[in-house]
């Protein structure tokens, strides 16, 4: 198993494993107390989520990664037994996406400062008012003074 930096083709993958990972989470239940009824527009939320995050400035995405060349023989076999095919996965190659972590640096110094630069991509856009079935309009009016 190894760790790199998260590519546009792992996110369907890690955004598939978020369903299961929050879906019961109490802060997501508040928020989205529609979402076990609506799993597939939970998933959306994550992968819409998760690439906004990949190039705003000072968010890091990270993947664990397993090849073939890991584990005994059979761990090799049932891997490639329960490998889908990339349009399914949005996975390549031999390696299976396993896991995967998101961070944020905060902080006002000067090496804060640049870790929080070092982006590819400005976010310019940012798609948070796309409406899903799984939220519930009531939840913003509870929020309201």
Known sequence: MRLRRATLRDFPTTATFSVPAFINDGLYRFTNPFAPQYPDDFRKHYLRRQKQRNVLPGFVFWVAVVDPSDGAEEDRKEQEAAQLDDSQTGQAGTEKV????????????????????????????????????????????????
């Open 98 to 145: 396993v896991g995967y972590a998101i961070w944020r640096r905060y902080g006002c110094s000067e090496t804060a400062k640049r870790w929080q630069a070092q982006k590819w991509a400005e976010c310019r856009h940012v798609a948070l008012c796309t409406p899903m079935r799984k939220v519930s309009t009531a939840i913003g009016t509870s929020f309201m003074i």
